[in-house]
């Protein structure tokens, strides 16, 4: 009985010693995340959108880059938006519409815009072009009317890019 004893003791020790030198979760994912996003909102998908870069500049392209494309692809999933607004009378359907394509197309030229900034050394006009891809119209005009806005999910996943780029580019 005292071996069982000594041997279950033995075993919880380890067990102890185990837990106080395995770094948590937490830990791992913080060291895993690139130096140029731990003060980033979203660190995980920063760390993907800056794809290794070792510096300032290469950090805020590869993300901007990154948005850049996700921008563009919520531009072109505008005409999804045309059975959300079916119910609506025509001129605020075509209101709605204008707005949404408006809205896509200015998130793409902001976000062109600051890169170009960014290999020009224009932080103003960087920072100016970068907050301004938050745009909202679209949603807001489609939630004016009562409309479902049915790219929520890219939208709210290009947001949290551009919250990202604003985190690594304010570090200079």
């Known amino acids: 009985m005292a071996q069982i004893k000594h041997l279950f003791l033995a075993a919880a020790a380890l ?12 830990a791992r994912r913080l060291t895993e995340v690139n130096a140029f996003c731990r003060t980033s909102s979203h660190p995980q998908l920063c760390t993907k959108m800056v794809d290794g870069a070792k510096n300032w500049h290469d950090a805020s392209a590869n993300a901007m880059k990154a948005t850049l494309v996700v921008a563009k692809r919520l531009k072109t999933m505008a005409p999804l938006l ?7 009378q ?8 204008a707005t ?5 197309d200015t998130i793409v030229s902001d976000l ?11 932080k103003g006009t960087l ?3 970068l907050s301004a891809a938050y745009n909202s119209d679209c949603e807001d005009a489609l939630n004016e009317f009562g409309a479902d806005f049915p790219l929520s999910k890219i939208a709210g996943y290009l947001a949290r890019e551009v919250d990202n780029c604003l985190a690594v580019v304010q570090q200079i």
């Open 127 to 129: 920072l100016a072009h």
């Open 100 to 104: 949404c394509i408006e809205d896509f």
């Open 82 to 88: 045309k059975p959300a607004v079916a119910g609506l």
């Open 15 to 26: 067990l102890l010693l185990s837990a106080t030198q395995t770094p948590s979760a937490e």
């Open 90 to 97: 025509k001129i605020s359907r075509d209101s709605i519409m």
């Open 112 to 122: 062109e815009v600051s890169i170009q900034a960014l290999n020009e050394n224009d």
